[in-house]
């Protein structure tokens, strides 16, 4: 738990460093608000999860921005072995700092890539192995953090000074999660995320407008 605090105050001091210095150079506070829908498709079965997140685009009246936010991720699985006698369970939730690129194409509507790293702490995290023969129950808990690269594609809909984001990406994490598991799970996944988006433009000239 200390390390969860740890990282969200050098995070929020980070971002508040970064908006004084914006707001002396007259640019745009621009956060957004995000759900997801979590389908994770390495090994696993009978799997989905859910996300939200709270971002800030920096340099939004550029063409690129660079999106840095807090993340909090799910997973929820069932994986039934050699003819239902061995059933695995996960649960995994997971609090992450993205840092993601984004180019933006197109006047009103927009198109964007995105592309760029995650790194994920494990809130909690256990794997459930019950065998019905025997039946033994062995559970796991994880604590290691995790990191990777992810990619995605997306439109801004613009509504006066607000937008709704409609993106798709994939979540490539690195490492092995389980060490002990007769799956190789990685926390590796596609978002279908619905987001809301905010420009609080200032006196300069907003790339909206051009």
């Not at 759900?35 to 690129?64: M, P, Q, V």
């Not at 995650?118 to 796991?140: L, P, S």
């Not at 993106?167 to 994490?173: E, S, V």
Request: proline letters at 2%; one cysteine or more; aromatic letters at 16%.
């Amino acid at each position: 738990m200390k390390h969860f605090l740890f990282v969200l105050i050098i995070f929020s001091g980070t971002i508040l460093c970064i908006s004084a210095q914006n707001s002396e150079q007259k640019t745009n506070f621009s956060p957004e608000v995000t759900l997801s829908l979590n389908i994770f498709n390495r090994g696993l079965t009978n799997n989905l999860g859910f996300g939200i997140g709270l971002c800030h685009a920096f340099f939004n009246e550029k063409r690129c921005n660079l999106i840095v936010g807090l993340e909090y991720n799910t997973l929820i699985s069932k994986t039934i072995f050699f003819t239902e006698d061995m059933s695995s369970q996960i649960f995994i939730n997971r609090l992450g700092i993205p840092a993601y690129f984004r180019v933006n194409m197109g006047k009103k509507v927009k198109f964007f890539i995105e592309a760029g790293a995650f790194c994920d702490f494990i809130v909690f995290a256990i794997e459930k192995q019950e065998q019905k023969d025997v039946g033994n129950k062995i559970i796991h808990y994880f604590e290691k953090p995790d990191f990777g690269i992810s990619g995605g594609i997306g439109l801004r809909i613009p509504i006066q000074k607000y937008e709704i984001l409609l993106k798709g990406d994939y979540k490539w994490g690195m490492k092995h999660l389980f060490h002990f598991s007769y799956l190789s799970v990685h926390n590796q996944y596609f978002r279908f995320t619905l987001g809301f988006k905010a420009n609080f433009a200032t006196k300069r000239k907003n790339f909206n407008n051009r």
